[in-house]
């Protein structure tokens, strides 16, 4: 059953608005719409509009151990001409030794993600407690200094495939919305 709940898709999405697009301009969140999974998580999120952008905050806890059948739908629109287009687009699967392709976007953010706490997308997931502090993306990072001023929207969709099972369930799906000046 899915739940609106702050928890980990304002998470997942701050941190990945933060990785993608935080420049030596600053970032603003502006809006998040999600959705998401209580059978998997809660979290808590806190974000922190301050004068040279925008931080995060994570305190979650995972309830089960996942080992297998872990993906992830990441998507970066722009707003051109007062609609939303989509710039990078990336599906993942987190736990398969198989999808060794040359996505770069999961190993970047999981380098950075370690350096505030140890919340990442390396798999497997052990149950328990997880935490970020303070997370910004570096204004020398090379993903950052390739995104201009704009508004924004970062969409991920995270699923769970059950050992033996034909369909994925959803964990969480995201909507977040950030302008960079």
């Given at each position: ?6 928890p980990?898709?304002?998470?997942c ?15 603003m ?10 059978d ?8 922190n ?21 872990v993906?992830?739908?990441?998507d ?5 001409d ?16 198989e ?9 970047l ?8 706490g ?8 052990q ?50 919305y950030?302008?960079?000046?």
């Open positions: 059953m899915l739940h609106r709940t702050e980990w898709t304002r998470a999405a701050i941190i990945l608005v933060a990785f993608v697009c935080m420049n030596s301009a600053k970032i969140i502006t809006k998040v719409d999600y959705v998401s999974n209580a998997y998580l809660t979290m808590q999120v806190r974000v509009n301050e004068t040279e952008g925008s931080t995060v905050d994570v305190d979650g806890n995972l309830f089960l151990d996942v080992s297998q059948g993906s992830v739908a990441i970066l629109d722009s707003k051109m007062g609609e939303y287009m989509t710039m990078i687009g990336t599906t993942k699967e987190l736990c398969s030794a999808d060794t392709g040359m996505d770069p976007v999961v190993p953010l999981n380098d950075e993600l370690q350096k505030f140890n919340l990442s997308f390396n798999c497997p997931f149950k328990g407690y997880y935490r970020v502090r303070r997370f910004r993306m570096s204004d020398d990072h090379m993903l950052v200094k390739m995104v201009p001023p704009g508004e924004y929207i970062v969409k991920m969709d995270l699923q769970h495939q059950q050992p033996n099972a034909t369909d994925k369930n959803p964990v969480f799906k995201l909507s977040f950030f302008e960079i000046s």
